[in-house]
């Protein structure tokens, strides 16, 4: 999880910086910054909607395998990706955790080489996937369960 924390961390100063590129200068009055800041937030919030729609509805070819099917519409498109990068690596890790080192699975809480290998036949189980990468949408309840 701590790669995770990085990236968020990123995203925060990326954020901070785009505030303070929207905002211009250090004049003006409460009324000008809220308006940027709105304006600023609702442009975030449409794109990670958008991405959230992109991750429910869109399959690309790599996904037609059936071993992303239970995982199709149910995770975020980044995690979907990154199992694809990972499962390249089965190939010469294995199935020996010492090659492996399990990084994506400490660190993102996505299958790690290691564990894809158990599934080169048949599916990725959904449980295998940690509950942040299954939370495409906005509300507190209703996280994406198994079918």
């Not at 199709?72 to 020996?96: C, D, P, T």
């Amino acid at each position: 999880m701590l790669l995770l924390f990085v990236y968020l961390k990123c995203r925060v100063k990326s954020a901070q910086w785009t505030l303070k590129r929207v905002l211009q200068n250090n004049l003006g009055d409460l009324c000008n910054v809220w308006d940027a800041m709105n304006n600023m937030m609702t442009l975030q919030h449409t794109e990670i909607r958008a991405s959230f729609e992109t991750s429910t509805h869109v399959d690309g070819h790599v996904f037609k395998k059936t071993l992303y099917k239970r995982l199709l519409g149910m995770i975020s498109r980044y995690a979907l990706n990154q199992i694809v990068v990972e499962f390249e690596r089965v190939h010469y890790a294995g199935k020996n955790p010492s090659t492996c080192g399990c990084v994506m699975r400490i660190t993102h809480g996505l299958p790690c080489s290691c564990k894809l290998s158990k599934y080169v036949v048949g599916c990725i189980p959904l449980d295998s996937i940690h509950m942040f990468w299954r939370r495409l949408n906005f509300q507190t309840k209703g996280y994406l369960s198994p079918m």
